[in-house]
């Protein structure tokens, strides 16, 4: 089974302070992504990885960088928060398909509940 | 850009009621579709998938959907829904090509009663 992990379930942090989500993923999986989820919004994409420090903009991602450094890692930084990211943060990871389309199924971490003071 | 609506955004059944929820996209090139439920308190995970070939999908816990090209639609179904399918669905659609990222709907949140 494909197992995405993420650092926390729950996180409090205050305005102005630098926040670092973790992901880690154990299926030697390409492509990672960052998204938040929001009540009524569905899931918005802040940024995707598809290869060893290699980025891509998502939908959102003002406010937020990335760093991929290993392959199995994806890193979710605030650089500095606000309350407007109090949200869900969901990992995914997927590999790049082939043949059959290059969007393949997206396997998700549990989430981690960001709180901004 | 490709956009994916989903027009129930809540959704009460009674046990046993037949469930058919709503989902379309806006992309002019060949795509993958994917319905995800979130259980409460569970992560994401994948209810079903279309990549090609038969438009009528099967999924898991006696899902399906159907994709037909004409009406850009991806509609979930389930003849008989229990207690247990109370959670929340996401349509979600990605390019056969280019972006690897996918774009999904808002949710719908369904809730059986007993």
């Known amino acids: 089974d494909v197992k995405v992990t993420q650092s926390s379930r729950y996180l409090v942090k205050r305005t102005g302070e630098k926040v670092f989500l973790e992901c880690v993923q154990d299926?030697?999986?390409?492509?990672m992504f960052w998204y938040r989820q929001d009540p009524g919004l569905g899931l918005r994409l802040i940024y995707f990885s598809y290869d060893v420090k290699m980025k891509e903009k998502g939908d959102i991602p003002e406010g937020y960088s990335v760093s991929r450094e290993k392959k199995e890692r994806f890193s979710l930084i605030l650089e500095s928060a606000s309350t407007n990211q109090t949200s869900m943060y969901l990992c995914a990871s997927s590999f790049s398909g082939v043949g059959a389309g290059s969007t393949d199924t997206q396997y998700f971490g549990p989430g981690t509940r960001l709180t901004v003071l | 850009a490709q956009s994916v609506s989903q027009h129930n955004h809540h959704v009460i059944l009674s046990e046993a009621a037949s469930l058919e929820l709503g989902c379309n996209y806006s992309y002019g090139g060949t795509v993958n579709l994917f319905w995800y439920v979130q259980y409460p308190g569970q992560h994401l995970q994948l209810l079903l998938k279309?990549?090609?070939?038969?438009?009528l999908v099967k999924g898991i816990k006696g899902f399906e959907a159907e994709f037909i090209k004409s009406k850009f639609s991806f509609n979930l179904r389930k003849p008989s829904v229990q207690w247990s399918d109370t959670a929340e669905y996401f349509c979600?659609?990605?390019?056969?090509?280019?972006?690897?990222?996918?774009?999904f709907g808002s949710g719908t949140r369904l809730q059986v009663q007993p």
């Open positions: 279309y990549f090609s070939g038969d438009p």
């Open positions: 299926m030697d999986h390409e492509n």
């Open positions: 979600a659609v990605g390019p056969y090509t280019g972006r690897r990222a996918l774009t």
